[in-house]
């Protein structure tokens, strides 16, 4: 027997800000492995999926996906979609264990009644991998945009239609959520976390970053361990392996067209097409994050003129916000804001 759904909606043009802050210190969560054959009714199952997109090259390409969810997927629970960002692929959202800490966004959200679909952007991971130069920002946005219908109807390969998406990203992740809302409004609801519209200043030297894109695909690990430790990282919060672990188990090759199309947006923030969202939004920004530091958020809501944001700063947390000890602020904030937006349906 499933409890009933709760679904409250914010007032159109409200702007909430909201500063959560909890102790740096580490919490450890059971890491679940999917070859349990427990009856723990918490047991997290991970299923992979391909989607057919096909691009304005006329050429069909899969988008790889993992979808984590405990139990049958039910058509009334909100799906997320979770989008990466720039140098990583869908294990961003379930970097594993490490040192006893569960870091896995991906099976957390499942256990709090979520169904989590994490995909491998096109050209990044196991999805397909069209010419680098060509797969811009609109050929990003196109492809999720073409997984998202996919995933309205029960002719999928997930073979159940979701009633309630959300769109999660992550960095440059969030930008083709928040570009893939503002074209085709597919998401009953975006979160963009570690995402920022307001000029400020970069951790890094950009023409040092340009000069290392001298092929169409940026190879994994192409930026070393001191780089990520600089600008990805507020290193009080975070475990001092982490660092390594995501240098050598996260990186990922990126496309270039991505690439320049995401520092373009960020030199030309319109470009994003935030202000054509309708549905609701919540923007996390991270203290430290050095890409989307939340001292310079106060300009955000200029940015959306006609959606339902929620604004909220992370304390005490860089810019890899899963891979801290004190991600579960993060966590727990949108968990609470999408029940608070699209309801939740839990299974008994």
């Excluded at 999720?144 to 390969?157: D, E, S």
């Excluded at 320049?260 to 923030?269: Q, S």
């Amino acid at each position: 027997m499933s409890k009933p759904c709760r679904f409250v909606l914010s007032l159109v043009g409200v702007v909430s800000l909201v500063t959560l802050a909890v102790p740096t210190t580490a919490e450890a969560h059971p890491h679940t492995h999917d070859h349990d054959r427990s009856r723990d009714r918490d047991r997290v199952e991970v299923d992979r999926f391909d989607f057919p997109v096909t691009l304005s090259d006329g050429h069909r390409y899969a988008v790889a996906g993992w979808l984590y969810h405990v139990g049958p997927i039910q058509r009334h629970r909100v799906l997320q979609v979770a989008v990466h960002g720039i140098t990583y692929d869908h294990k961003y959202w379930d970097i594993g264990t490490l040192n006893g800490t569960d870091y896995s966004y991906a099976r957390w959200m499942a256990r709090e009644g979520h169904a989590v679909l994490a995909i491998d952007q096109i050209g990044s991971g196991a999805s397909g991998r069209p010419d680098g130069d060509f797969l811009s920002l609109d050929e990003t946005a196109s492809a999720l945009h073409q997984v998202l219908v996919n995933l309205r109807g029960k002719h999928n390969p997930i073979g159940r239609g979701f009633q309630s998406i959300a769109l999660v990203g992550h960095s440059n992740g969030s930008l083709t959520s928040i570009y893939e809302a503002g074209t085709y409004h597919d998401a009953d609801a975006v979160v963009s976390t570690a995402w920022q519209h307001a000029p400020h200043p970069l951790p890094f030297d950009p023409a040092a970053v340009l000069s290392q894109l001298t092929t169409p695909y940026l190879p994994a690990r192409s930026f070393p361990e001191p780089f990520l430790a600089a600008t990805f990282y507020h290193l009080p919060s975070i475990d001092p392996a982490m660092v390594h672990h995501d240098f050598v188990n996260l990186q990922a090759d990126q496309s270039r067209g991505q690439f320049l199309d995401a520092l373009g947006t960020g030199l030309n923030p319109s470009l994003s097409r935030s202000s054509q969202i309708t549905e609701p939004v919540l923007v996390q920004f991270g203290e430290f994050d050095g890409f989307a530091p939340a001292a310079f958020g106060g300009p955000e809501p200029s940015y959306y003129p006609n959606a339902r944001l929620t604004i909220q700063n992370i304390s005490a947390i860089g810019h890899n916000v899963n891979a801290h000890l004190n991600r579960l602020q993060s966590w727990r904030a949108i968990d609470r804001w999408l029940e608070q937006n699209l309801g939740r349906c839990r299974d008994d």
